[in-house]
């Protein structure tokens, strides 16, 4: 299991960046403990349980949701399990580091640590940048680390009545090489938090779960694209996104979307409105329909009844 545990409380001193800006905060900041393992374990890939060989930070696809604050200090430590057989590695979009050195590969049996600050708010999305990467991603080593804003939630940034991660990634048949991946070639379908059709009992037979909300609620969806190749033409049928903040920065909001393009290794925030006056349901779809038809649609059931508990209280990736 991953830890995440604040160690201290420190503040954040004004400091030239990478960048030549200057970061100045009084909000007190933290050192927080990420503690991940990598392992090539089996895993169900879609809701009828077929399952494949994936490599996996702690075991899940996606790997967990780190979740820090802006200004906070990641003390991170990856550990290659030793009964792996690929070297392996941990690339943060969240970080201003050194490609050679924080994010190097390391062999199975061997850990590092490194360290960097959350200088920017967001949603960012972690992957394995070992070789070869179209491998080591598409067989499911990404995650989201989301950095909240220092200043907390505003009137642009209002606070969400719940909110869900939903991570898509590539399923390439069994089998599939690394160079074949690369090109696209043997493409099976588009995971939604490690299945297709996760969470679409509309499409799907086996499917058992499905994200809820109550009318009338703003719902917040994290939405990470960790397809290799493709991006995702991100559209709530059914709906209209109220806001959409690429890479989660609450500075850099879009009203009134119908659809919203994410690239490759990119993570966006979007809000979802529901009228507050009658039930209704989306379906949350990479528009493209090579992938939505191939497993890239999920449901969201809109009613009174909505189980209270899905998407609050950091319940965030629905399993
Ligand atoms: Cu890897």
Redesign the pocket.
Same mark, same amino acid.
């Given at each position: 299991m991953s830890k995440f545990n604040r160690v201290a409380s420190v503040f954040s001193i004004p400091a030239m960046g990478a960048f030549g800006m200057l970061y100045a905060s009084a909000v007190p900041a933290e050192v927080v403990n990420v503690d991940m393992v990598?392992k090539e374990v089996e895993l169900a890939v879609d809701n009828a349980g077929n399952t494949q060989k994936m490599?996996t930070y702690d075991g899940t696809v996606p790997g967990p949701v780190v979740r820090v604050k802006q200004g906070d200090v990641v003390n991170f430590r990856l550990k290659n399990d030793k009964d792996n057989k690929? %070297?392996? %590695?941990m690339d943060f979009h969240a970080a201003i580091v050194d490609v050679l050195d924080e994010f190097s590969?390391i062999k199975p049996g061997d850990s590092k640590k490194f360290q960097f600050e959350a200088r920017y708010p967001g949603a960012f999305v972690y992957h394995?940048g070992?070789s070869s990467m179209a491998e080591?991603i598409s067989r499911g080593?990404y995650g989201l680390i989301l950095v909240d804003p220092k200043d907390g939630f505003t009137e642009e940034f209002p606070r969400p009545d719940r909110e869900y991660v939903i991570v898509q990634g590539d399923l390439f048949k069994e089998g599939t090489s690394a160079e074949d991946r690369k090109w696209g070639k043997d493409w099976q379908g588009a995971l939604i938090n490690g299945k297709m059709f996760h969470y679409d009992p509309v499409h799907d037979e086996n499917a058992t779960l499905a994200l809820e909300s109550r009318p009338g609620e703003r719902v917040r969806f994290h939405y990470v694209n960790a397809q290799i190749n493709d991006p995702v033409a991100l559209h709530p049928i059914a709906g209209i996104w109220d806001r959409v903040y690429d890479n989660g920065n609450p500075k850099n909001i879009s009203y009134g979307i119908q659809t919203f393009n994410i690239p490759p290794a990119h993570a966006i925030t979007v809000d979802l409105v529901s009228p507050p006056d009658r039930p209704t349901n989306n379906a949350i779809v990479d528009h493209a329909m090579k992938r939505a038809l191939n497993g890239a649609i999920t449901v969201l059931l809109n009613n009174e009844d909505a189980d209270p508990k899905k998407g609050r209280d950091g319940n965030l990736v629905i399993r």
């Amino acid at each position: 299991m991953s830890k995440f545990n604040r160690v201290a409380s420190v503040f954040s001193i004004p400091a030239m960046g990478a960048f030549g800006m200057l970061y100045a905060s009084a909000v007190p900041a933290e050192v927080v403990n990420v503690d991940m393992v990598v392992k090539e374990v089996e895993l169900a890939v879609d809701n009828a349980g077929n399952t494949q060989k994936m490599w996996t930070y702690d075991g899940t696809v996606p790997g967990p949701v780190v979740r820090v604050k802006q200004g906070d200090v990641v003390n991170f430590r990856l550990k290659n399990d030793k009964d792996n057989k690929q %070297s392996h %590695s941990m690339d943060f979009h969240a970080a201003i580091v050194d490609v050679l050195d924080e994010f190097s590969e390391i062999k199975p049996g061997d850990s590092k640590k490194f360290q960097f600050e959350a200088r920017y708010p967001g949603a960012f999305v972690y992957h394995c940048g070992a070789s070869s990467m179209a491998e080591h991603i598409s067989r499911g080593m990404y995650g989201l680390i989301l950095v909240d804003p220092k200043d907390g939630f505003t009137e642009e940034f209002p606070r969400p009545d719940r909110e869900y991660v939903i991570v898509q990634g590539d399923l390439f048949k069994e089998g599939t090489s690394a160079e074949d991946r690369k090109w696209g070639k043997d493409w099976q379908g588009a995971l939604i938090n490690g299945k297709m059709f996760h969470y679409d009992p509309v499409h799907d037979e086996n499917a058992t779960l499905a994200l809820e909300s109550r009318p009338g609620e703003r719902v917040r969806f994290h939405y990470v694209n960790a397809q290799i190749n493709d991006p995702v033409a991100l559209h709530p049928i059914a709906g209209i996104w109220d806001r959409v903040y690429d890479n989660g920065n609450p500075k850099n909001i879009s009203y009134g979307i119908q659809t919203f393009n994410i690239p490759p290794a990119h993570a966006i925030t979007v809000d979802l409105v529901s009228p507050p006056d009658r039930p209704t349901n989306n379906a949350i779809v990479d528009h493209a329909m090579k992938r939505a038809l191939n497993g890239a649609i999920t449901v969201l059931l809109n009613n009174e009844d909505a189980d209270p508990k899905k998407g609050r209280d950091g319940n965030l990736v629905i399993r």
